[in-house]
């Protein structure tokens, strides 16, 4: 992917493309209206001419495909060209300049934490759980889990998926854990009176203990939609060999990670053809996975906000949030903290990325000694 000198690079969130006769005018037609009090949540969608740019946007999908998809470190390796590697090092090491790697930054880290309480934010896939060729198989290993739940005694911990709250939470099976899945966007948090409450989106519920929680769905009137949209993308995918459409609840997930590259563009074309009958919903692209998620103003980055305040940490003197992340999605959560300059985004990578995270990790294995350096680090600490 491009690398660029400054911190401005936004993460990649493509407008639906929008059919003229559905949105020219006749609002009523839509079939589903935002009248909700959180009706500020919806985007405004800017109109698009259709027709020959169809195929354009679907091709700049392709280029957008590629790019979000970076090969792995070790892929690199493999290569012929045995200067690859070297040359990857050095890039690599360049790039480290810009974004420390959070171990050898430790301390620095733990000094901004003086006198604050740390509150952790944690991706799932690719950051506790390796990318793996089948998404329903990214389970993570036993001593990843035993160090999440060690560092969840000590601080307050939130996992942050892309996936369906309740798979993230089938793969982790933490229960000192809070959750948060669709990229946020279905939140489960402890009972709290906010201004929030009493909203439609904001409901009491019960966990799996029977305990009573809050659950926050900020799309939950997309939920029709999305079930409709999800069934559209199988039918039309079903014919390209490896094309993997998962139900994420608030996001259709098509995932292209074992589909050859060459059918990429086709891949690229049914789902913009999909989702050209609907113009409130969007496309992101993540790691080899096509997004559709409602077009509604909240992410990551908004969830990370709404958990600290439900949890009572939203003070920057008292709390320093880090948030560990590989994903452009993650982007979000990073830049409100670098913006709100409270607390520290790191970002998992082997490659050079441009990023709003402050730290850098290499791969799971080292956030996992990441996580194990907080608990010894607060372990002693208390001695
Ligand atoms: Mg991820």
């Not at 810009?98 to 430790?106: K, M, N, V």
């Not at 933490?174 to 909203?199: N, T, W």
């Not at 690229?268 to 409602?294: F, I, N, S, W």
Request: net charge neutral; charged share 25%; glycine share 4%.
């Amino acid at each position: 992917m491009d690398l660029k000198s400054n911190h401005t690079a936004p993460v990649l969130t493509d407008p639906a493309p929008i059919s003229k006769s559905r949105l020219g005018g006749y609002p009523n037609l839509l079939p589903y209206s935002h009248t909700g009090a959180f009706s500020e949540l919806i985007l405004n969608i800017p109109k698009k001419k259709t027709g020959i740019l169809d195929d354009v946007r679907a091709c700049s999908w392709l280029d957008a495909m590629k790019a979000s998809s970076p090969p792995h470190r070790k892929m690199m390796k493999d290569s012929n060209n045995e200067l690859a590697p070297i040359d990857s090092d050095a890039a690599y090491r360049a790039w480290m300049l810009q974004y420390p790697s959070a171990l050898t930054s430790f301390e620095q880290i733990i000094n901004s934490a003086k006198g604050k309480r740390i509150a952790l934010f944690l991706d799932y896939d690719g950051t506790l759980s390796p990318i793996v060729d089948n998404p329903d198989s990214a389970f993570m290993s036993d001593a990843m889990r035993d160090a999440v739940e060690k560092v969840a005694k000590y601080f307050p911990t939130a996992i942050i998926s892309g996936r369906s709250r309740d798979k993230v939470y089938e793969f982790i099976g933490l229960k000192e854990l809070y959750y948060a899945g669709s990229h946020g966007m279905d939140i489960m948090s402890p009972v709290r009176q906010s201004v929030l409450d009493d909203h439609q989106n904001d409901i009491r519920s019960t966990d799996k203990e029977d305990k009573e929680v809050n659950l926050f769905q900020s799309a939950r009137e997309f939920l029709p939609m999305i079930d409709e949209v999800l069934k559209s993308l199988v039918e039309n995918t079903k014919d390209i060999k490896g094309v993997k459409v998962e139900n994420n609840k608030f996001v259709a997930a098509v995932h292209y990670r074992n589909v050859d590259e060459k059918y990429w563009q086709t891949v690229a074309q049914r789902v913009h053809d999909t989702m050209k009958l609907y113009p409130r919903l969007r496309l992101t692209h993540g790691r080899k996975v096509l997004e559709v998620r409602p077009v509604i103003n909240w992410d990551k980055g908004k969830a990370v906000m709404f958990l600290l305040e439900s949890l009572g940490l939203s003070n920057c003197n008292d709390v320093l949030p880090i948030y560990v992340g590989d994903d452009r999605t993650d982007e979000d959560a990073f830049k409100v903290l670098r913006e709100g300059n409270c607390g520290y985004g790191i970002l998992v990578s082997a490659v050079p990325k441009e990023s709003k995270a402050f730290f850098s990790l290499r791969d799971t294995s080292e956030v996992m000694e990441f996580l194990k350096y907080i608990v010894t680090w607060k372990q002693s600490s208390a001695l």
